[in-house]
């Protein structure tokens, strides 16, 4: 009875790292949520060179008109 009970320990341990490997791997389970946090930091990026090239002209005009 205990060298079953040790083999099915041994099988455990040596199954569960490869199980949690191949499951993270997995593209479908990731690729979305990715795709989607990839997608926001994208449109946050823009937005902040669109305000900041907003800023620079509306620097360069009233520098322009000072003159």
């Given amino acids: 009875m205990g060298v079953k009970i040790e083999v099915f320990r041994m099988m455990l341990y040596l199954s569960f790292p490869v199980t949690m490997f191949w499951v993270s791997n997995q593209a479908e389970y990731f690729e979305e949520y990715i795709v989607k946090r990839k997608r926001k930091e994208l ?6 060179m669109r305000v ?3 800023k620079r002209i ?9 003159n």
Wanted: proline share 0%; net charge neutral; charged share 65%.
């Fill in 52 to 54: 900041r090239k907003e």
């Fill in 58 to 66: 509306m620097k360069r005009m009233s520098m322009e008109t000072e």
């Fill in 43 to 48: 449109e946050d990026f823009k937005e902040r």
